[in-house]
């Protein structure tokens, strides 16, 4: 709250519009006393320096730990004359901005009064301000020379008052920006030369751009993941088809780079540890969805392998049923007469040979259907190998390791698509209830979500605390 003299509410006629306001904004009081206590900061620094001087030159200090703490009483006021340094520069630039602030305050207020002044003479000789009306021009011809020429001073002054005023205002404007350029200089001087300070600070000038630019690329994520889907659950075309994991691949590396950002924006201070609890969780459905993706693959490779031992077994117990009548056959061909009846014999013995043999293990994947891919998460080849293995495991019937590779590939499935159901819905449900300050600002949003995201600890970053 300011302690100043009150500023004048109505600045008409001088300011009109978006600038009826106040033109040149502040309360001096309030910047002298920002200043004066940088200054006092200052000066006390200055008096710590004075004993760490004397510390450093040792004076009366006996023992072991003389030198190192004299090294570390010159580097520690090494620092704070840096410290004071800034504190002083930054004092200056704030007594040079309180004594701007003061003058623009003194010349729009002065304009004001005056325009304010010659503005009631207008009136009281025309009845409008406006020189251009009929009513001004039919008041104005039935004025002696002496109020012509009190209207032309008026008018002129009004003009004057015009020209002070626009001069105070695009002054203020000028120095505000010049002021608070240099004080950012003087804050991101030698003594900000910390990784952290560094980033801090570069992340808060530029916030603003990295929103948008993260914003931009969360949708950009989340659209290719879709088009990925659409693209493996219904394209033919070759080409579309290896443009799906290069889209994936997209979304990965932008949830990626995004987290990390996140990461660094919540240590600086500049962001919250919502955004990044739900990057965590994003990837962590990813690495839960890739590695059960190598078990529905590796299943697929255990299914081949467990169904060529199952047939091969059923082929020595198949034979070994039927090896009886085998005989038999074999006895009766040997005794037989004629060509026809030896044909007649190898035929009954091809046809029971045939009832006995093992169905072939598939050498080519079953093409899944849309659904089937989309519960494997919207991988086509997952979705192939998921069903190899089950359609095996069929083949086999009552096959114990068929089926239980069969059971493994099922639950390295359903772990797949509650992967990718959860990613997608932790992603869906972020777009859809939290807010777009950018791609889509006038998008509702549930504010308490946004809030949980938006929390951190404190608006400065860790290392503020830091010894």
């Given amino acids: 709250m300011g302690h100043g003299k009150p500023r004048p509410k109505d600045w008409h006629p001088l300011a009109t519009g978006d600038r009826y306001s106040d033109p040149t904004p502040g309360d001096v009081e309030d910047v002298r006393s920002g200043q004066k206590t940088m200054h006092n900061t200052a000066s006390e620094i200055r008096e710590q320096i004075k004993r760490l001087k004397t510390i450093g030159e040792g004076e009366g200090l006996k023992g072991k730990y003389v030198d190192e703490l004299k090294d570390g009483a010159d580097k520690l006021k ?23 602030l003061e003058h623009a305050q003194s010349e729009t207020e002065g304009a004001l009064t005056s325009a304010q002044a010659a503005e009631e003479t207008i009136k009281g000789l025309v009845g409008t301000t406006d020189p251009d009306s009929e009513a001004a021009k039919r008041a104005e011809e039935e004025l002696d020379a002496h109020q012509k020429t009190q209207l032309k001073e008026a008018r002129d002054k009004l003009d004057a008052a015009r020209s002070r005023f626009n001069t105070a205002v695009g002054d203020y404007e000028s120095d505000a920006d010049d002021i608070a350029g240099k004080i950012r200089e003087i804050i991101d001087d030698a003594i900000e030369d910390g990784f952290w300070s560094w980033t801090s600070n570069w992340i808060e000038r530029n916030l603003d751009t990295i929103k948008a630019v993260l914003e931009v690329l969360g949708w950009i994520a989340t659209i290719a993941a879709l088009a990925a889907l659409v693209i493996m659950m219904f394209a033919t075309a070759p080409w579309l088809l290896a443009l799906a994991p290069m889209l994936l691949t997209l979304g990965t590396a932008v949830t990626v780079v995004t987290t990390a950002s996140h990461v660094l924006m919540a240590l600086t201070g500049n962001g919250g540890w919502g955004d990044v609890a739900l990057d965590i969780l994003s990837l962590a459905t990813m690495r839960v969805g890739s590695l059960a993706a190598k078990g529905i693959k590796a299943g697929a490779t255990a299914a081949k392998s467990a169904s060529v031992k199952a047939a091969r077994q059923e082929a020595k117990s ?34 029971l040979l045939d009832g006995v043999k093992p169905r072939r293990v598939a050498t080519n994947m079953p093409k ?58 932790i992603d869906v449900t972020d777009k859809a209830i939290g807010k777009s300050d950018f791609v889509m600002p006038d998008k509702p949003s549930v504010e308490p979500y946004d809030d949980a995201k938006d929390w951190n600890l404190s608006q400065a970053g860790w290392y503020d605390y830091a010894p």
């Fill in 78 to 100: 090494a620092k704070l004359e840096k410290t004071a340094g800034r504190y002083e520069r930054v004092s200056a630039k704030l007594k040079d901005w309180a004594d701007k």
């Fill in 318 to 351: 198949g034979k070994a049923a039927i090896q009886g009548k085998l005989d038999e056959l074999t006895q009766k061909y040997n005794q037989a007469k004629s060509n026809e009846a030896r044909k007649a014999i190898m035929a009954q013995k091809k046809r």
């Fill in 368 to 425: 899944p259907t849309p659904k089937e891919i989309l519960k494997a998460g919207g991988d086509p080849e997952l979705a192939a190998a998921q069903k190899f293995a089950q359609h095996e495991a069929a083949k086999r019937g009552g096959d114990a390791a068929t089926q239980e590779v069969a059971q493994k590939t099922a639950r390295s499935g359903n772990t797949n698509l509650g992967a990718f159901g959860a990613g997608t819905g």
